[in-house]
């Protein structure tokens, strides 16, 4: 019996394990992003309300689940928080310091139960220090409230009944019902008081009818009350009996009953006259069911018109629609060729619905950056005490909304920018003061949308770059030769920045390099197809700025057409296409280029670039691509312009890896590949 009870508990636990770790990280974010305006808004008892409520929340999942150490650990956390709300604590960035700590722990506990893990870790430290602040607190604290009730008490003498309530009473009695007076009282260290009240109710409602309770429903479910609570109730049974089948119930210490007294009622009537007539009022028919039976109202949970989807199970929906993308591209191509009108109105019908599909699908997928963001104010909090700076972090855009996929994989390499801003751009308060900027730092972080594109801007206030001493590291590393670096521009020596083991800082910390250079956060957003650019002033600031594409895996597409090889060409690059005649080409330092409204702009000739065979042909005109990398532009020279088309993006695989401006292939209606154009790489 025992084993199958154990086993039917890890039943539970296994099909409540996601629910509980997400529900849990979203908590612990909740705790996170509410003491951070505490420490703003020491004197704000909603904000301390809202992280005791996602503590109390936290620590009864943790205590159902099973995870001791997790609800251990909550629960003195929760008693810190409850001499905050309380106003019997002060908050200061000391107690706010240790209730960061608990929290740290809190967090690597559910991270490992999240890994497959027990959830188990020391958190004796975290434990000491909170329960120092109880003790430190602990003679403030005020006896125990006058609501407890006192035990070993004539329980009538405290319990008083309105003229209604002793109506009931009466005519129960006279019907032969015994009436029964409990004070039940519960484990000082329940977990759900809440949960323990309505097992207890619904225990009463089976063996008869509750027409009172002490604190009145409303409290007993917002847990507005210590440990114990009055109950009246109506039963045919004996006392005994009910005795022991509330005991049975976990959590209740101990169950005191008595039999109300019909001679007693009607001694105390006029002094509870004036109750009768206020409650009569205030509360005429709340307590009492029209059935006769009291119960706490249920919990008004709000329809919540979302659901939870797995990840895997939408990467495996997407996989289905970008095949079905790829026979679209087929039936169009099939269907211009055979010319019949009914089969093309019914693939232009296809072709509507299936694109009305896919932007509900993309949409499914796309998540607010909030979802990284947030986890950086309490990083910019430890960081900025560590290092000894002033530093206020910023947030705009955290609502611009970004694909799962991406979303994943941009939050450390943020996070490395953040450091980098904070460890070598903002100054210390007094080189600040120094330098007549004020004392307090700024590091703003942005996200915005721009056409089919997500920016993500880390601007912050510092010192900026100095040139000369990137290019003399440059130098020194062979990383540029004296030639080159004659010629660079600003923005390709802030470039530099991003070359593999390049670093200017004086003095190597374990803040911003932590064995991982710049080198890699230029990677990891390149493979996600972003680009990194870095403006910088020195004495006044560097501006980090991120482009990323909304989505990785269904883009559109220009096609072209090199001899009879097809290529595409992403429209998020595209700034418009163009003929220009071979008169209005020139040369420039042995570079072909056009005026392109009133600007000179570099030509790419891609037969050249990815050698096409074919014979070379004297023509009039250029079929151009305007294409885009930041402000640089250029113009790819192909043969023709085929059309716009949304296309599924495939990788080269293992055996393909940097090919030389090629980010990938597709599959085309007629079933050729094209390969995707990474007009990134063709801009220097």
Avoid: C, W
Wanted: charged share 25%.
């Amino acid at each position: 019996m025992v084993e199958n009870i154990e086993v039917n508990e890890i039943l539970i636990n296994t099909e409540y394990l996601d629910l509980f770790i997400d529900e849990s990280q979203e908590h612990l974010q909740a705790i996170n992003d509410n003491l951070l305006k505490l420490e703003q808004a020491p004197h704000d008892r909603s904000i301390v309300s809202e992280v005791f409520r996602s503590a109390h929340t936290l620590k009864g999942m943790a205590a159902t689940m099973g995870f001791e150490d997790l609800a251990h650990l909550t629960h003195n956390m929760e008693n810190v928080l409850d001499l905050i709300r309380n106003d019997k604590l002060e908050v200061n960035p000391s107690v706010l310091d240790v209730v960061f700590l608990a929290l740290d722990d809190l967090e690597a506990m559910v991270t490992d139960i999240a890994s497959g893990g027990e959830g188990k870790r020391d958190v004796s430290e975290a434990i000491k220090q909170l329960e120092q602040i109880e003790n430190r607190n602990a003679n403030d604290v005020i006896a125990p409230s006058t609501k407890s009730i006192e035990s070993d008490t004539d329980l009538q003498t405290i319990e008083q009944y309105d003229q209604f309530e002793r109506t009931i009473i009466e005519q129960s009695f006279e019907q032969g019902y015994n009436i029964y007076l409990m004070k039940i009282t519960l484990d000082p260290q329940v977990v759900l008081k809440a949960a323990r009240v309505f097992m207890v109710f619904d225990v009463l409602e089976q063996i008869g009818e509750v027409i009172k309770s002490t604190p009145v429903a409303e409290d007993l479910e917002q847990e507005k009350f210590d440990s114990d609570f009055l109950v009246t109730v109506l039963s045919k049974i004996q006392m005994e009996e009910i005795k022991d089948r509330i005991l049975n119930i976990s959590e209740i210490d101990s169950v005191d009953i008595q039999g109300v007294e019909v001679g007693k009622l009607s001694s105390s009537e006029e002094v509870l006259e004036e109750q009768v007539e206020v409650k009569n009022v205030e509360m005429p028919i709340e307590t009492v069911k029209p059935d006769g039976i009291e119960k706490p109202p249920k919990q008004k949970t709000e329809l919540n018109k979302t659901i939870r989807v797995n990840i895997e199970r939408l990467d495996v929906l997407m996989n289905l629609f970008e095949e079905l993308v790829i026979d679209r591209g087929r039936l169009e191509q099939i269907a211009s060729e055979l010319n019949n009108n009914e089969l093309n109105e019914t693939v232009e019908r296809m072709s509507r619905i299936s694109g009305d599909l896919q932007e509900i699908i993309l949409n499914m997928r796309m998540m607010p950056v909030e979802q990284v963001f947030n986890r950086f104010p309490r990083m910019v909090r430890s960081l900025s005490k560590d290092l000894n700076k002033k530093v206020n972090l910023q947030i705009i855009g955290a609502e611009t909304e970004l694909d799962r996929t991406i979303l994943d994989e941009i939050g450390d390499p943020l996070v490395h920018l953040l450091r980098n801003s904070i460890d070598h751009g903002i100054e210390t308060p007094e080189k600040r003061l120094a330098a007549g900027k004020p004392e307090e730092g700024t590091v703003l972080l942005k996200a915005f949308h721009s056409g089919n594109n997500v920016f993500i801007e880390i601007e912050d206030d510092g010192s900026g770059i100095d040139r000369e001493k990137v290019l003399k590291k440059a130098l020194t590393n062979g990383v540029v030769t004296e030639e080159e670096a004659s010629k660079m521009s600003d923005q390709q020596v802030f470039s530099l920045l991003f070359s593999s083991g390049f670093s200017t800082a004086d003095k190597i910390t374990d803040v911003s390099g932590r064995g991982v250079g710049l080198d890699v956060v230029r990677n990891t957003f390149e493979s996600l197809g972003g680009v990194v650019t870095v403006n910088s002033e020195v004495g006044k600031g560097s501006v980090f700025s991120i482009q990323l594409p909304l989505t990785l895996s269904i883009i559109d597409v220009m096609l072209v057409e090199l001899q009879n090889e097809k290529y595409a060409i992403p429209l998020s690059s595209i700034i418009e296409t163009a003929i220009v005649n071979t008169k209005d080409v020139f040369n420039s330092h042995n570079q072909k280029v056009i005026d392109f409204r009133g600007k000179v702009i570099p030509l790419v000739f891609l037969k050249e670039i990815f050698e096409v065979p074919g014979s070379q042909l004297e023509e009039e005109s250029y079929s151009l691509v305007i294409v885009h990398k930041g402000n640089k532009v250029a113009g790819l020279v192909v043969d023709s312009l085929i059309g716009q088309h949304d296309v599924v993006l495939k990788s080269l695989g293992n055996y393909l890896k940097e090919v030389f401006a090629i980010s990938g292939a597709t599959i085309l209606g007629n079933g050729q590949v094209a390969l995707i154009i990474d007009t990134n790489a063709l801009i220097k």
